[in-house]
């Protein structure tokens, strides 16, 4: 079992920079892939990145050159800075962990509010 807590949410205003973290714990030396997913109201939750354990690296192109995600593999928690934050940003942001056994956890979510 991994178990993951997300913080840094919060209101900004378009433009500004968030940063979100997430830290997992449990059996966490499982962990391959750790991300991010965001879900809007009424919208499906899509990608917005992700990072292996060797850092390689995926974005949504949405978030490209804006959003930059990190991991910290001694402290099993993972970073997702956000900077230029725009309106169409806002969605409760969901941090998920994929294991070496092929289960996905995710965490319970983190409201960001971008005003425009």
């Known amino acids: 079992q991994v178990q993951l807590v997300e913080s840094g949410g919060g209101l900004v205003q378009a433009g500004g920079s968030l940063r979100l973290s997430c830290a997992a714990s449990?059996?966490?030396?499982?962990?391959?892939?750790m991300g991010w997913y965001r879900q809007a109201p009424g919208k499906q939750r899509e990608l917005v990145a992700t990072?292996?354990?060797?850092?390689?690296?995926n974005y949504a192109d949405s978030v490209k050159g804006r959003f930059t995600i990190s991991r910290d593999n001694a402290e099993n928690t993972v970073y997702l800075q956000m900077g230029s934050l725009k309106p169409e940003d806002t969605a409760v942001y969901y941090c998920?962990?994929?294991?070496?056994?092929?289960?996905?956890?995710w965490g319970q979510g983190t409201q960001v509010t971008v005003s425009s």
């Open positions: 449990g059996s966490s030396f499982s962990i391959s892939v």
């Open positions: 998920h962990a994929d294991t070496i056994y092929r289960r996905r956890y």
């Open positions: 990072i292996t354990r060797s850092d390689i690296t």
